[in-house]
């Protein structure tokens, strides 16, 4: 398929809970490449809140009535559960519909394998939502990397740990392992994905899951994932939403140096709170969060890079121009579902 045009990619986003409204509505909108026509969810508190947010888009119940406005879409976008991206997923590339499936990206490694080719075959393009590449503490440890600020890195430790012990209250609390559940499968796919865009393939991979939470038959709610990578690092990574104390966000320890960050991006909850990414405000770390760079006694904070959400859908765009390459290959979320796949497989 050749690429589109100048014109606005025109764009329907399905289902309107935490993925669709606090991240990829309002990246889509706030992005003039695109334009955001439809927007899927049968809930009318939902509808209600879409209508509001976005009245120029329609407001449709089912990815059927999506799917019937198809010849006037050109990318769809997936905020459903997992359990629900194989069939999505291959219904809007059967309609010749350019797809960004959210992470968990599918629940197994052969729904992700067959949905590569039903869209290589289609001619489509097929990416994956992967927006912690562009957390601002993220970017300044890349750059960190990049100017060799720690030496030789030895051992990279990342966390992202929060205290909610009464849980999501969405589906995430109570699916099953084979419905795509559980915080690794999750929260794993960002840290498991991070980890391999800084410090290459994985040649060895160890993990540990748990499941603490108020649904037995759900699955894990608690992680720890340890990777080596060909490059030599170790990578040790926790996954926690019932953390009473949180650990570092990044803990890197290198020849030269090490880097410390304490707390989450700051992203999520503007988007959520309403500021938009023309915000000035957008993206930009407080001071008293930026990390630390050094050697103990003598460490001093880094300036945080500006975190990004929205250059992935800048790198989209110019890719359904046939003007770049996708922001996510698809074969990198298989990579990282394939680690996860076979730990769950030994725990």
Not at 16 to 30: C, D, E, W, Y
Not at 73 to 93: F, K, N, R, S
Request: hydrophobic share 40%; no cysteine; proline share 7%.
């Amino acid at each position: 398929m050749g690429g589109l045009g100048a014109a606005p990619i025109r764009t329907a986003v399905v289902g309107f809970g935490v993925s669709g409204k606090v991240f990829h509505a309002p990246l889509i909108a706030a992005d003039p490449n695109y334009s955001l026509d439809v927007i899927v969810t049968a809930d009318p508190e939902r509808a209600a809140v879409a209508a509001r947010l976005y009245p120029e888009a329609r407001i449709v119940p089912t990815p059927e009535d999506m799917f019937s406005l198809a010849g006037d879409l050109d990318l769809v976008v997936l905020g459903t559960p997992p359990l629900t991206h194989l069939e999505l997923g291959a219904a809007a590339i059967g309609r010749g519909l350019n797809v960004v499936v959210d992470k968990p990206f599918v629940t197994t490694v052969a729904h992700g394998e067959e949905l590569v080719a039903r869209a290589s075959d289609a001619g489509v393009q097929l990416t994956v939502f992967q927006n912690r590449r562009w957390d601002a503490d993220f970017l300044t440890l890349r750059k960190l990397l990049r100017d060799g600020a720690l030496g030789e890195v030895r051992t990279f430790e990342s966390r992202f740990e929060w205290w909610r012990p009464e849980g999501f209250g969405n589906w995430r609390d109570s699916a099953t392992l084979s419905e795509g559940g559980g915080i690794l499968h999750d929260l794993g796919a960002h840290l498991i994905d991070q980890a391999i865009q800084l410090f290459g393939p994985v040649a060895e991979s160890y993990g540990e899951t748990a499941n603490h939470g108020p649904h037995p038959e759900a699955a894990d709610t608690e992680a720890f994932v340890s990777l080596l990578h060909e490059s030599g690092v170790r990578s040790r990574l926790w996954m926690n939403g019932m953390a009473a104390q949180v650990g570092p966000r990044f803990h890197v320890l290198g020849s030269k140096a090490g880097y410390t960050k304490w707390g989450l991006d700051g992203q999520e909850p503007a988007l959520a709170a309403g500021v938009t990414p023309s915000d000035p405000s957008y993206g930009h770390e407080p001071q008293q969060s930026w990390g630390l760079l050094g050697v103990d006694g003598t460490a001093m904070p880094v300036p945080a890079e500006r975190g990004d959400y929205p250059r992935f859908y800048r790198e989209l765009a110019a890719s359904l121009r046939g003007n770049g390459p996708l922001p996510v290959q698809p074969g990198e979320a298989l990579e990282t579902l394939t680690i996860i796949e076979k730990i769950h497989a030994f725990v």
